[in-house]
Structures are given as C-alpha cells and as structure tokens.
C-alpha cells in the first residue's frame, strides 16, 4: 500500500515537472467584410452627369420619339411620350431641355456599388446570298422550326416570368433542342426550314451573334432579317475560348481577328465556333425596314440606340453614357435609347453600342470593349409640378398671365 501511494507520488512530481508547450499566438483570422449590395440606380443631379453639356442630343430625342410607338401607352411613360410628340422642331436647345424638365438622372451601379462596367459595340452584317442553295450558297439561314417548343414558366411560377425553356418533343418527352453542333453536323434535322443560303460560315455565325443583318442577293436586292428565336441553349463566346487556350491575347482581341483565325485554321475553327451551343432562327423584314428592329419592335438608330439589360433599364428609356471610342481613349459622351437586348449584355452597368450596318460598322463594332458609366433617365414623379410650371409659362409668354 505504502509503494503504491510512493509510486503516485512520484508520478505526480515527475509530471509538475514536465513543462508545458509555449502557446503560440494564432494570427487572428481575417473575416472578409460582409458585401452590402446596393440599389442598382441612384438618384443624381444633372451636372454629375459626365458630359452632359458636351452632347448634341437632339438626334436621342428623335429616337426616344421613336420609341413612344413602343411604350408610350405604359403609364409611365404617357406624359413624356405626349410632350415629346409635341415637339416638331427638333432642336438641340430643346432636346436639352425636354430631358431636363422632364427625366430624372439615375447613376446606375453594380452590386458592390461600383460604377464602372463594359460597354460593347453591335452592328448589322450584310452578308451574300441566296433563296436556293447552289455551289457558291451552301450555308442554311433557317427560319423558327415548326417543331421548336417554347414552355412559359410564369403560368405555373409567376416567380420565373423572366424564363422561357425551349425544347423538342421525343416520344413523350420534352428534350432539349438541338445543338449548334448537332444542326451543323451535315445531318440536316432542320429540313426544309432554310429562308435563305449564304456564302460563308463564319460571316453567318456572327451574324447569329449580332441578331440581325441584311442578306445581298445575286440581282442586287438586300433583304433585312430578324432574330425570330434561339434553340434555349447558353451563348458561350468563342473570344474568350481561344484567351484561355493562348491563341489569341487580350489586346489582339477583336471581331475582325476572331473571324480571321477562324478561315486560317478551317478545322480547328469549325470545332471552335462549334463549341458555342447558341444558335438563332430568323425571319424576313418587311422590304421598308432599313436598320433592324431592336427589342421594342422599333428600327435601331445607329449611333444612338443601345442594347442594354433590361432587369435594371427599362426598354425605351434615354440612357447617357460616357465612355471612350474603341481602342482608344478619346471620350464618347452621349445620349442614347434603351432599344434592344442581348443574350451576351447582362449585369447592371453593361451595354452594347449599335455603330449602324455593313463592314465598315462591323470594323468599329468589333474592337469596341471599353469602360463605362450609364445613367439612365426616368419620368420625374413630381412630373404634375413641372406640366403646371411650363403651363403657367406658356401663359405668360402668350400674356395671359399679367
């Protein structure tokens, strides 16, 4: 008993004796700040507009007018739509005052409330063609297939109403719509779809890119089209495959030179523009249409019309931007119209420029990839104000009013 308790004894001396680890002190651990994500458009006065002043807006107004055919029914947009019809003489004194009594400034901003985002160019290709397939028009522009389903998921989940899927029906069941790979592949599952027949590949695959363009026949008759529909799959950009696989740089980037890599590398190229699953169906424009109708059904301006999101700015809506001409740093400052959209322009302070129609629109529209700022402007609410203000002017300017 006695060398027992001896035996714990020592066991507990031996172990006080034992010095414990130093304690190291753990760097403390950085917790990245909560992101705070902001309202998307904020409220400014008309002289933190960048470059206001520096425009000649009056070519913005006459496609905002435009744009009343659209939207000026919608609630909204009914007051400023009906002053806007009653100004015949457009002049640039006042187009400038037009949006200024009557719109309201909104700085528009990401997430994370920054204010810088991409603005992009678009245009209208013209591209040779034909209605018949022959040696030299080989490649199909096929109009919306008859068996192309399109489910509305709204009528079930009001909360989806910005979604619409797009399928075929096999059996009894709804698939996926064929693929660009699967349309192109030679086995033709589009049949007796085509509208017309084009000379080159390449000039046909962007001009699903850009939506619409003008198709050049052999008696010299041009021929607008119009996105009809797409097949529901995403758009994936074959820019930015050929970044990641380093067979192009950043600065060597542009529609010109995507093209051109293409028809040096046939086969390779024909894999690549593959790989973009998008593919857009199309339909033949009234013969009076010139310029090709943005989302709103309106013709575009070029020069003035912008493609832009609309879960942040409503079509229709005169947007400033202030951004620089493509692959340069010369400002380019102006008012332009919220008149189209486009599966590649999403986010908040995104944009796509329409530089107009042809090659020489394409060369410009193809190496535009700038920073930029939007505002866009929106009917004042106190809107009652301004129409009584500029009634009580009227009046004494015609000295009704002593």
Partial sequence: MKK????????????????????????????????????????????????????????????????????????????????????????EKNARDFFELFFQPFQVRNPDGSQDGLITGYYGPELAGSRVKTEKYQYPLYQQPKDLLIIDLSILY???????????????????????????????????????????????FFLHIQGSGRIRLPNGERVMVGYENQNGHPYRSIGKLLL???????????MQNIMRWVEQHPEAGKQLL????????????????????????????????????????????????????????????QLMVAQDTGGAIKGQVRADFFWGMGNDAGKIAGKMKQDGRLWVLLPREDLEVHFQSRAEVTKLENGEIN
């Fill in 244 to 254: 990641e696989r380093n067979a192009m740089t950043r600065d060597q980037m542009s």
């Fill in 4 to 91: 027992n308790l001896l035996i714990s004894c020592l066991i507990l001396l031996l172990a006080g004796c034992v010095s414990k680890p130093p304690q190291i002190d753990k760097p403390p651990v950085e917790i990245p700040p909560p992101v705070v994500k902001v309202e998307p458009l904020k409220a400014v006065p008309w002289d933190q507009v960048d470059g206001w002043l520096l425009d000649r807006p009056a070519a913005a107004l006459d496609a905002f007018q435009k744009s009343c055919r659209a939207i000026g029914k919608r609630e909204q947009w009914q007051r400023v739509c009906a002053e806007a019809a009653m100004i015949s003489s457009v002049e």
């Fill in 158 to 204: 009001p909360e989806l109403s910005n979604y619409r899927l797009r399928g075929r029906i096999v059996g009894h069941r709804v698939v996926p719509y064929f693929e660009r790979s699967e349309i192109d592949n030679g086995q033709n599952p589009l049949d007796g779809e085509e509208i017309f027949w084009v000379a080159d590949p390449v000039e046909l």
């Fill in 274 to 333: 593959a790989e973009n699953p998008s593919y857009v169906f199309f339909r033949t424009l009234a013969a009076d249409i010139q310029s090709p109708p943005g989302a709103l059904g309106i013709p575009l301006t070029p020069l003035r019309s912008l493609a832009v999101d609309p879960r942040t700015i409503p079509l229709g809506a005169p947007v400033f931007l202030s951004t620089t001409f493509p692959g340069t740093d010369f400002p380019l400052k």
